[in-house]
């Protein structure tokens, strides 16, 4: 099995006509049943990449990255 992760950075989980609403292959996946589409997802750091690292670990942000 292989696992894919596809992780942006400061998206809105809603359409916006900027950068930071929801990308458009987002709903694509979601109706084609492809993969999983959280819709109450709510990250716990500011950047996404961050918290990537809060995710892997298991440990709060602030002890992975205290000087932030």
Not at 12 to 17: P, S
Not at 56 to 66: E, K, M, N, W
Request: with cysteine; charged share 15%.
């Amino acid at each position: 099995m292989n696992i894919i992760w596809i992780v942006t950075d400061s998206i809105c989980n809603y359409e916006r006509a900027d950068l930071h609403g929801l990308l458009p292959v987002y709903k694509e996946l979601k109706n084609a049943n492809e993969g999983f589409y959280f819709d109450n997802c709510i990250s716990q750091f500011p950047s996404t990449n961050l918290s990537l690292f809060s995710f892997l670990t298991g440990r709060f942000p602030y002890y992975i990255f205290p000087d932030y």
